[in-house]
């Protein structure tokens, strides 16, 4: 399970709890956060908000019957 997000740029793909597969839409100037939808912000270790764990990865995590990646 990788919630490291610090190398992504935006277009680049995430996968979320929240929404399943999205596409980063945009990367705030501080590189802190980075948008995945219009509703959604991560920062660069996954997190949402004050959510206690990752909710954002590069894969899904073991488990989660993910759907593919849209394209």
């Known amino acids: 399970m990788n919630s490291d997000l610090s190398g992504l740029k935006k ?3 995430v996968w979320t709890i ?3 597969w999205v596409k ?3 990367l705030s100037n501080d ?3 980075l948008m995945t ?3 959604h912000g991560y920062d660069l270790g996954g ?3 004050n ?3 990752p909710s954002a ?3 899904p995590p073991e488990g989660f019957n993910a759907e593919p990646k849209r394209r």
Do not use: A, P, S, V
Request: hydrophobic residues 20%; charged residues 35%.
């Open 57 to 59: 990865f590069l894969e």
């Open 51 to 53: 959510d206690k764990y």
């Open 11 to 13: 277009g680049d793909w």
């Open 18 to 20: 929240r929404d399943g």
């Open 47 to 49: 997190f949402h908000g």
């Open 37 to 39: 939808t219009g509703n």
């Open 24 to 26: 980063i839409c945009e």
């Open 31 to 33: 590189g802190e956060y």
